[in-house]
């Protein structure tokens, strides 16, 4: 993973510090991108790798994920997200600057959560909402295999919200978090990778956020979000399966296209890096290329007699 041109922190609303990092030329196009349960920073690094040679990249770890610090147990909710992600923005971008903003899972829900907020009207020129969705999570999930309904939904809450403690990495430990989060043909590679990052997230923080998600309800946000706005997903996610996606798209006001990945699962950034990567870098050639200006609004002098 590439090392960051500078690492900063930001106060979010109710004071909780964040960890930023940035990547890239200060004066190249702008992308946020926003981590997922349980994830940190370093699951964009095929992204932030592949970017941050002509854009500047600019992550950072959820509260309570990677450096930033757990906060108190009221702490975490979908309003608190669009808190984080609105006080990045700020820290990050000059007023009126644009960006093309992508989230993985809680961090699509984020961009869901913050649509409406003033730092997001001003600062996002597209959107893409990777491997994620904004209600019935925990019906709609296939990670246990057992036919819909109220005991399928149960035992379902009870796996993503258990309390046990991940404990270290293990051949064991990779095999049940490929079979629930990535598709059949990942390399084992990247299934230790996410399995890394997953069993660094502190346990309280992970239970905190499963009660979030397991009641979460962001369609509202959904419609809200004006920007152009990409889905993309893998056709094998138990955790947020493709009907998420594609229920999403239609609510969505200016959905540009939805992106099936055959065989992929839920960590599409880093079983798929190429392709995640290609959605972003067409949304930024879209919407930050060179008919827009820093604040995304079009050149005036593009096209004019001479």
Known sequence: MSRPVREISARSADGSRLHI???GSEGAPAIVLSHGWTCSTRFWAGQIDDLAGDHRVIVYDQRGHGRSPAVGRHGYTTDALADDLEAVLGA???PGEKAVLAGHSMGGMTLMAASARPAFREHAAAALLCSTGSSRLVAESLVVPMRPGRLRTRLTRMILGARAPLGPVTPLSKRLLRYG???????????????RIVHACPRAVRVAWSQVLGSLDLDAGVRELRVPTAVLTGTADRLTPPVLAHRTAAALPHCV?????TGVGHMTPVEA??????????????????????????????????
């Open 181 to 195: 989060t990535m598709g059949p043909g990942t390399a084992p590679d990247r299934i230790a990778t996410c399995a």
């Open 273 to 306: 890096p190429e392709a995640v990567t290609a959605v972003i870098r067409g949304l930024v050639a879209d919407h930050l290329g060179a008919g827009a200006d820093r604040t995304g609004h079009a050149d005036e002098t593009e096209g004019s007699a001479v």
């Open 257 to 261: 296209g939805v992106t099936e990945l």
């Open 21 to 23: 990092e940035v990547y």
């Open 92 to 94: 990050t971008l000059a």
